[in-house]
């Protein structure tokens, strides 16, 4: 069974509309992240909640938000996309920040029409 | 800042190969290594964790070995298979946030 769950598994959105990707997880892991990936690159970590604590990468661009609701769910926000936000936007938990056994949903593919 | 470096970037094997995919980074201040797969299109499984105090560790057909001090990493793939088709990615963990940084992956491709 799936313990990271990403929702929508495709997203297609138009340049400058505001776009909602889903993540929940079954582990009651205290963290989780969000990973930007594009096409043959590295994951490259955009921010992280530990806990209700949000942890912003230095170089995560203010387009880009986060929501942590409760433990089970984590929103990413993009407020306004651009062409280059197209990327494979990844998901992860674990159970500590030092537990580096993160463990990854299936992604979200998303397209900027 | 840490960087981490796979190579190759790309490989073609005949099915029963054995292989070894590289990984190096470079700063030596981690907390642990881990190899991934992830298949097209699909998110990362972890295959194998080495922490910084091991030099090895192994999960069926896997090997994955640990050099903190060189700064490398290396996966060997036993008797490879055409379900080994995938891109293999390494991450170090360091730093006060105990971060992952991933490489860039090896793409591997096993023919029948």
């Known amino acids: 069974d799936a313990m990271v769950i990403q929702n929508p598994r495709y997203q297609v959105t138009q340049f400058g509309k505001p776009v909602t990707l889903s993540c929940s997880q079954t582990?009651?892991?205290?963290?989780m992240y969000w990973y930007q990936q594009k096409s043959s690159q590295a994951p490259k970590l955009l921010f992280h909640y530990y806990d209700k604590d949000f942890n912003n990468e230095a170089d995560t661009p203010d387009n880009f938000q986060s929501r942590r609701p409760n433990t089970s769910f984590c929103f990413l926000d993009i407020r306004s996309p651009g062409l280059g936000d197209a990327a494979m936007y990844l998901c992860?938990?674990?159970?500590?920040?030092?537990?580096?056994?993160?463990?990854f949903g299936a992604g979200t593919r998303l397209s900027v029409l | 800042k840490q960087e981490v470096t796979q190579i190759p970037a790309a490989l073609s094997v005949p099915e029963g190969e054995n292989l070894v995919l590289n990984c190096s980074f470079t700063?030596?201040?981690?907390?642990?290594l881990q190899w991934f797969r992830q298949d097209p299109g699909k998110g990362l499984t972890s295959l194998l964790l080495i922490q910084s105090s091991q030099r090895e560790q192994t999960s069926g057909r896997l090997n994955a070995s640990l050099d903190k001090s060189s700064g490398r990493s290396t996966l060997y793939i036993a008797a490879s298979q055409p379900g080994d088709s995938a891109t293999y990615l390494c991450?170090?963990?360091?730093?006060?946030?105990?971060?992952?940084?991933f490489g860039k992956g090896t793409l591997l491709t096993v023919n029948p």
């Open positions: 700063d030596s201040a981690i907390y642990n």
């Open positions: 991450a170090v963990s360091g730093g006060s946030n105990y971060k992952l940084t």
């Open positions: 992860a938990t674990s159970r500590d920040p030092g537990d580096n056994i993160q463990y």
């Open positions: 582990l009651n892991h205290n963290v």
